[in-house]
């Protein structure tokens, strides 16, 4: 079955650690996303790629990087300048970033809850 | 700046009870507005695309509507399967990314 795939479904920092959450898509989708969720806030965006080797920062991008190396992959790195890392944390996928009335239609995974120690 | 706001926060209903969902949002040039649906520890799953006012969609209980300035999702006889969280998310022309509201958390009681 096509989707997406996020691992952990649980991750713990340390503080001063970087960790990585992994978002892995069968779906051919060009675009691709990373989703901050806070409890009673909306989702919030953190970095986009529309397309291999390209990303753009979203909303809350500070404190976070990405990579697109790949166009079934979208790696999200928390690095230790995030003072309050702590969120369930969403990846999406979309068909294409182009604009195209098919593209806003976003399939989610099924999310990584990251705690502080 | 585009703003999506979602009332009510929490909503508690009897099976059976029908009610609605109300999305208020602000856009220069809506191109879509989104619904979706959210279980506890989950990723949010999609409902509707609305384009235009005066469109509705309809999907087993769940109806949407669009207006030029909100969206309503009915939910007729729900039942306790139907709790869930409720999104709504716009997007406007020549935009690469949708603008979410906080949510509405509705539980339906058996």
């Known amino acids: 079955d096509g989707g997406i795939t996020q691992s952990p479904k649980y991750l713990f920092r340390k503080e001063g650690q970087n960790v990585t959450l992994s978002c892995e898509q069968n779906l051919n989708h060009d675009a691709m996303y990373w989703y901050r969720q806070d409890p009673g806030q909306g989702l919030r965006l953190i970095y986009y790629s529309q397309i291999v080797n390209d990303f753009q920062k979203g909303d809350i991008a500070e404190g976070y990087s990405v990579s697109r190396e790949k166009k079934e992959s979208f790696p999200l790195t928390v690095t230790s300048a995030q003072k309050n890392p702590t969120a369930f944390y969403l990846c999406?996928?979309?068909?294409?970033?182009?604009?195209?009335?098919?593209?806003?239609?976003?399939?989610f995974g099924s999310g990584t809850q990251l705690s502080v120690l | 700046e585009d703003q999506v706001t979602q009332s009510p926060e929490a909503l508690r209903l009897q099976e059976g009870e029908s009610s609605s969902l109300n999305c208020s949002y602000t856009v220069s040039g809506l191109r879509g507005l989104f619904w979706y649906r959210q279980d506890p520890g989950k990723g949010p799953e999609f409902l509707f695309t609305l384009y235009s006012a005066g469109e509705e969609k309809e999907k087993e209980r769940l109806k949407a509507t669009l207006t030029k300035k909100e969206s309503f999702l009915h939910i007729t006889a729900p039942k306790p399967e139907d709790s869930a969280t409720y999104l709504c998310?716009?997007?406007?022309?020549?935009?690469?990314?949708?603008?979410f509201g906080q949510g509405t958390r509705l539980t339906i009681n058996p």
């Open positions: 998310a716009v997007i406007h022309q020549g935009a690469q990314k949708l603008v």
């Open positions: 999406a996928s979309s068909y294409t970033g182009q604009g195209a009335a098919t593209n806003e239609k976003l399939f």
